[in-house]
C-alpha cells in the first residue's frame, strides 16, 4: 500500500510546486489580456474579439473537464468498451451545435440563452425561466468538478483529512474568482485556451508513446490491456459497466440521449458563442472545437487501454482515486515524478477553468436576465449590470466552495450526467422550437422550460442516485420509485412535449408580437440587426 | 460560385423610421424564403441521421452486446469499428456542411445583407 501511495502521489512537494507554477502563469496571462471589463460586452462576451479558432479551443477547453480527462479514460482503464461508449456520446454531440444552433444563437442573442428564447416572447417571464435553468444547470456542473477537485487533490497532493480537502477546494474557489473577476470573459477564454492546447499536446504524446510502445498496433495493445485487467476479454466488449440487467440497458440509453442532447444546451457553452464576432466565426469555432474533440477522445481510448495494459487495473484499483487515478498513474509510468506533475497540474487547472467558465456564466445569467431585465426591466443605470455581475460571482463561488465541501465523497459522476439530462430537457426544447418553430409562444416556453427541469429534478430525488441502494446519497430509507439513474428518456421528451401543448393552450390566451417572429426568423439566419 | 452583385435599389427593403430593416419584407421576400427552405432541407435530415445513426449505435451496445463484441481481428471487435465509425461519421457531416454552408448558404446571405445595408 505505502508503495501503491507513493506511486500515485509521485513527489507530492514537486507536484505542489508545478500546481503554483501553473496557477501563477495563467493568473499572470489573466491579468495581462484583461482590459478593464467596464462594459458589459467586455466582462460576459470579451467585446465579441475572439477569432473561431480561439474560441473553439476555448470551446473544448470549457468541455473536456476533469471528469473527461481523468473519468471516461478511467472508466475505459477499468471497464473497457463501456467507457469509450461515453467518449462517442461527448463527440457526436457537437453536431447540434454545428447544424442548428451555434450561428443562430450568435445571431439572436448578446450575452445569454435568456437572450434568445426571450426574443420573441413576454420577456420578464421567460428571462427569468432561462435564468433559474442556467443557474441550476450551472451549480451542478459546478458541485462535481469542486468535488472532483477535492479528490484529485487528495490523490495527488497527498491530503486525505477532510479538513485539508475543504482548505484545497476554497483555494480552488478564490482563485478562479480571481479568473472571473479580474479576468471577465477574455481572461477566462484565455485560461481555457492554455489549458485545453496543454491538455491536447499532453494527451496526444502519451497516446504516441504508448501506441510506440505496441509497435503502432491497435490489436496487440487490446490484447495486453486485456491481460492485465481483472475482467479480461470483457473489456473488449459492452456491458462490463452497465451490467446487463434490463435496467442497467435502459439507464445506459438514458444516459447516452442526456449527452448527445444536452451539450448543445449547457449554458456556459452556449455563452461561448457571443465572444466571437459573428456566425461564421461561430460555425468556425464549433469546427476547431469538433477537430479538437476528436483527437481527445481518440487519445482517451489509447491512454485508457494503454493504462490497463501498462499499469494493470489491480494497481489503478489499489491507488487512492481507484479509477480516476488511471491517468496519473500512467503518466508516473511513463515519464515519472515530472510528468506526473505536470499531468496533475493539467488536470488541476482543468478544473479551475471549468468552474471560472461556469461562475461566469451562472453571474452573467443572474445580471443580465434578473436583474437588468426582470427587475430594472431593461434599463439598468449604466455601469450596474456589470457590478452586479461581479457582485454574484463572488456569491455564486461561496455557494460552490460550500456545496463542493458538503459533496465531498460523494459520487459525483452522477452530478456530470444530471446536468446534461437537465440542459437537455429544460433548454433544448425552448431553445431549437424558438429558432425552428414559429408558432411555439411564450406559455409554451414556459411549459418547456420548468416542465423539463421540475420532471428532470423530481425523478432524480426518487431515484436509485438518492436513496435505496449502498452508493445512495441518503442511505438507510428507500424511496426510489424511479428505477433509472438517468432521467433523460423519460424528462427530455417530456419537455419537447410539453412546449408543444403549452403553446397550443397559450394561442389560446391570444399571441405573441408576430413582429418579433418574423424578425427573429430573419436575424437568426442572416445576422440582420445583430450587432 | 460569385454573387450577383446587387441589382436593384441600393437598400431596397425600406428601413422603419427607428433605422430597423423592414424584417417582415425581408421574411417574406423570395430570397429568404429560399434561403430558409435550402437550409432546413439540409440541417434537418443531416440531424435526424446522426440521431439515428448514433441511437442504433447505442442500442445495437446496449441490446446486442453479441453482435457488438464479436472479433473482426484477434482483439479488434464489431463494437470498436462501429465506435470509431461515428468517428467518421461525425467528421465526414462537419466537413460537408462546412462545404454546404460556404458554396450555398454564405453567398445568400450576403446577397440579403448587402440589400439591406448590414455590411
Known sequence: MTVNLAATAGNPTLNVTIFVAVVAITLFIVYRVSTRNTTAADYYAAGGGFTGRQNGIALSGDYLSAASFLGVSGAIAVYGYDGFLYSVGFLVAWLIPLLLVAERIRNTGRFTMGDVVSYRMKQRPVRAAAANATLVISFFYMLAQMAGAGGLVALLLDVHTASGQALVITVVGVIMVLYVLVGGMKGTTWVQIVKAVLLLVCVSLMSVFILGKFGFDLGSLLGRAAEKNALSDLILEPGARYGRTETAKLDFVSLSLALVLGTAALPHVLMRFYTVPNAHQARRSVVWAIWAMVLFYLSTLLIGYGASAIVGTDAILDAPGGENSAVPLLAFHIGGAALLGLVSAIAFTTILAVVAGLTLTASASFAHDVYANVMKHGNPEPGSEVRVARLTAVVVGCLAVGGGILAIGQNVAFLVSLAFALAASANLPAILYTLFWRRFNTTGTLWAIYGGLASCLVLIVFSPVMSGTETSIISGIDFALFPLSNPGIVSIPLGFVLGIAGTFVGERKGVDDPDRRDELEVRSMTGIGSG | ?119
Open chain 2, 1 to 119: 460560385m460569385k454573387t450577383m452583385p446587387s441589382f436593384s435599389r441600393e437598400h431596397d427593403f425600406a428601413e422603419h423610421d427607428d433605422g430597423q430593416p423592414d424584417f417582415a419584407a425581408i421574411a417574406r421576400s423570395a430570397e429568404f424564403v429560399r434561403l430558409r427552405k435550402q437550409v432546413r432541407r439540409f440541417v434537418v435530415p443531416m440531424t435526424l441521421l446522426f440521431l439515428t445513426w448514433y441511437l442504433s449505435y447505442v442500442l445495437l451496445a446496449a441490446y446486442a452486446p453479441e453482435f457488438m463484441s464479436r472479433r473482426v481481428t484477434d482483439n479488434i471487435t464489431v463494437g470498436l469499428l462501429l465506435g470509431l465509425s461515428q468517428f467518421v461519421t461525425t467528421i465526414a457531416i462537419m466537413i460537408g456542411y462546412r462545404i454546404f454552408a460556404k458554396r450555398r448558404i454564405d453567398p445568400q446571405v450576403k446577397h440579403l445583407r448587402d440589400r439591406v445595408g448590414a455590411n
